[in-house]
């Protein structure tokens, strides 16, 4: 099959040409013709969304794989192609029946494909839970996460650990042979967080949020992540990060940002009641936080939306689009599968008018939107 005269995003820019593929690329770029006409649309790869709670009322940490199919369907017709179920800081049973429900999950033919776990919790600063829930709070323990990602069938790509716990530089370095490890929800300063990022951690979760700012004298987790070359996440809904903060991060970090959703069940819901990880939350004109709090809780929008709205902010097309593609995908190890239009990659495409609405989604080569 080919789409043609698109604008085709490959080697990081946009160029006139198209994509030829079955279940994977077989060529992209200038000089693909025939086919399908795209009528100067965007051709991008399919977006990676490497921390995603939950949606349409569904959440990861549930335990049901039909939730998980439900939510898969959800972020394919907003043409994220790929995803990582995100987990919350519950107890062992219940990460250990989320981690089954997972996978047990066989996307469907209108679904996007599960790239892996993402275990945000428990291994966090009580000083910092943020939202999660600091009962089930636990020192970090590569015992537990070796449970837990058997349970998975070996699906962990990304843990998240507070480096000033008890055992955490330990756990580090056992953890990063299995999956890519972040830091986050911690009071971690310069000092330690390159001692983490040392003992093999290469991500920061949320970068800003649920750590300590950056300070001239006291640089903390921000600057220790861009002095390691750390991978570092974002949320671009407006409201967890400022958008002049936004194009900063973009400035310092370049291809080492990740555009990531960090939603919620309420995403895709209407404003009201909801839950997180066994704690309240609400949702008020699309501001999620813990009921009667003013802490957030996370995001009520698709990875697609936060696309958008870093373009508006500021954040170059060409920038925005490898922040919620190639950039994950790298974060997680997928790359080389996922997350660029080239050759031998599989064939997760979406297209896009001028004004970034999406056109068609495809997974594998099957159109599954529009």
């Known amino acids: 099959m080919t789409i043609s005269n698109a604008k085709v995003f490959v080697g990081g820019r946009f160029v006139e040409g198209g994509v030829s593929f079955d279940e994977t690329i077989a060529a992209a770029g200038p000089g693909v013709t025939g086919g399908e006409d795209a009528a100067g649309a965007y051709l991008i790869p399919g977006l ?36 990582c179920p995100t987990t919350m800081t519950l107890k062992e049973p219940e990460l250990t029946r989320a981690m089954e429900a997972i996978a047990a999950f066989r996307r469907p033919e209108d679904g996007a494909k599960v790239a892996g776990i993402n275990l945000e919790g428990p291994f966090l600063s009580l000083k910092k839970c943020g939202a999660q829930n600091p009962d089930n709070l636990h020192v970090p323990d590569a015992d537990l996460f070796h449970r837990l990602n058997a349970a998975s069938g070996g699906l962990a790509r990304l843990v998240t650990v507070a480096p000033e716990e008890p055992g955490a530089l330990d756990f580090i370095r056992e953890v990063s042979q299995s999956c890519a490890v972040s830091l986050g929800h911690t009071t971690a300063d ?14 920061a979760t949320h970068l800003f949020n649920a750590m300590p700012p950056l300070g001239h004298r006291e640089p903390g987790v921000v600057a220790a992540a861009l002095d390691a ?15 002049a903060v936004i194009r900063l991060v973009h400035r310092l970090f370049g291809e080492r940002l990740a555009l990531i959703s960090d939603s919620l069940r309420c995403a895709g819901m209407p404003d009201g009641d909801y839950e997180l990880g066994g704690q309240p939350i609400t949702m008020k004109n699309g501001k999620a936080t813990l009921t009667g709090t003013d802490t957030l809780a996370g995001s009520s929008i698709h990875l697609m939306d936060g696309l958008r709205r870093a373009v508006g902010f500021g954040v170059p097309l060409e920038a925005a689009v490898t922040a919620a593609s190639l950039t994950p995908a790298r974060a997680i190890g997928l790359d080389g599968e996922i997350g660029s239009l080239a050759p031998g990659k599989r064939a997760d495409m979406v297209l896009l ?15 599954v939107s529009k």
Do not use: C, F, N, Q
Request: hydrophobic share 40%; aromatic share 8%; no cysteine.
């Open 48 to 83: 990676v969304d490497i921390h995603t709670h939950a949606a349409v009322g569904e959440d990861a940490s549930d335990g049901s794989t039909e939730g998980v199919i439900k939510m898969s369907r959800y972020y394919a017709a907003g043409g994220v192609t790929s995803w």
């Open 190 to 203: 310069y000092d330690t967080a390159m001692a983490a990022y040392a003992a093999g951690a290469s991500h």
């Open 229 to 243: 070359g750390a991978t570092v996440e974002l949320i671009t809904d407006g409201l967890h990060i400022h958008p």
């Open 353 to 367: 008018d001028r004004e970034l609405k999406v056109l068609a989604v495809y997974v594998d080569g099957k159109k």
